[in-house]
């Protein structure tokens, strides 16, 4: 497994890591715990040290199972986890709701200082190696919010800071008040928008690029076969993206890349993934995976390299999927 520094941090993360959204279960159709933790620990197993989570995936489940499955393994991680999506006082933007539970985008210093106490408890350690704002908060400056994260970094409680879901004058703001290390934004085969301003600045300004959702939530993994059905609260059960005809046109195109991924031996998930990978500017690939197997299969695509031209040739590939 590749490792790449999170910005000016010195931290090496592995190029791939884990992320543990749907291992929260929140809009993603439930979780089977045991899977959970088998699949964090298949994943370390096979070389991921960065993980990724947040309070806000099942309002604290996903935390909670990642400090299970880290215990007696902290030194093997790279720890990542976020604030500013909370439900413990209404204050900021309501942003959405979670098991009857409004939650809001806020982060301010007196909010923050209670969300980092609760995700050290939950997830067994006493310091976060990336602690990234995960929503950006209109009602706080951001000025604020970067104080009260470099306090908590010389109190030893974090170690590098990031954003997520941000705009270039968001990254600005944070910058101007002190040393940002990483950003973590949306980007996959699907979805290149990054390519426009965020990835550039992430490579002009020395930031990580954590790209979510690689696998556009399954769809690239070729595996999404038109007659899936999904839970209602899975949130593919709503999306444009994962009605039968357009898996069936995604299917198409992959079916086209499949020559590339068996000349590798390897799968459409995983060519995916390294594709992500080598776009210039992302640093590392965050991958959702929920058993042991797909763990495993995910944590081998940080070993696929491919070559120019073949990544052209995926490229054009691209523009072919239906918009
Ligand atoms: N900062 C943010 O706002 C934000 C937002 C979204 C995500 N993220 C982070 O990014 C991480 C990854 O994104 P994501 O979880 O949204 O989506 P993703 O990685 O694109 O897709 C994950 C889903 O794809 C399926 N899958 C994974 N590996 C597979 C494989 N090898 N073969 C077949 N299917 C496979 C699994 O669902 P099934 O098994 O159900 O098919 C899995 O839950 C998150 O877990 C989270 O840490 C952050």
């Known amino acids: 497994m590749r490792k790449r520094v999170l910005g000016q941090s010195g931290i090496e993360a592995s190029v791939i890591g884990l992320g543990t959204w749907a291992i929260g279960g929140w809009m993603w159709g439930g979780v089977e715990a045991n899977d959970s933790v088998r699949a964090i620990q298949a994943a370390i197993d096979a070389g991921i040290n960065l993980i990724d989570t947040a309070p806000a995936y099942g309002l604290g489940l996903s935390e909670q199972i990642v400090g299970e499955a880290i215990r007696g393994r902290r030194d093997q991680v790279v720890l990542a986890t976020k604030c500013g999506l909370q439900w413990h006082t209404a204050q900021g933007t309501l942003f959405l709701e979670q098991a009857g539970k409004p939650i809001y985008k806020f982060l301010g210093a007196a909010s923050i200082r209670h969300e980092i106490e609760e995700s050290l408890r939950r997830l067994g350690t006493s310091y976060i190696d990336l602690y990234q704002t995960h929503w950006q908060d209109d009602t706080t400056p951001i000025a604020e919010t970067m104080g009260t994260l470099l306090d908590l970094k010389k109190e030893g409680k974090i170690r590098a800071i990031g954003a997520s ?159």
């Open 165 to 323: 879901n941000a705009a270039t004058p968001h990254l600005d703001a944070y910058r101007a008040a002190g040393q940002l290390d990483a950003d973590q934004e949306k980007f996959n085969m699907l979805d290149r928008r990054a390519e426009d301003s965020l990835l550039p600045y992430a490579e002009r300004h020395q930031l990580a690029f954590l790209a979510y959702s690689p696998m556009a939530l399954g769809l690239l993994t070729g595996k999404m076969s038109p007659d899936r059905r999904f839970a209602d609260d899975d949130l593919r059960s709503r999306s444009h993206r994962f009605t039968p005809e357009y898996r069936r046109q995604v299917l198409d195109v992959l079916a086209r890349m499949q020559p590339m991924a068996d000349d590798h031996e390897i799968t459409l998930a995983q060519l995916a993934l390294a594709w992500t990978a080598a776009v210039p500017g992302v640093s590392h690939v965050l991958a959702g995976s929920r058993n042991p197997a797909q763990a495993t299969e995910n944590a081998a695509a940080g070993a696929v390299k491919l070559s120019d031209h073949e990544l052209a040739t995926i490229t054009a590939l691209i523009d072919e999927f239906p918009a």
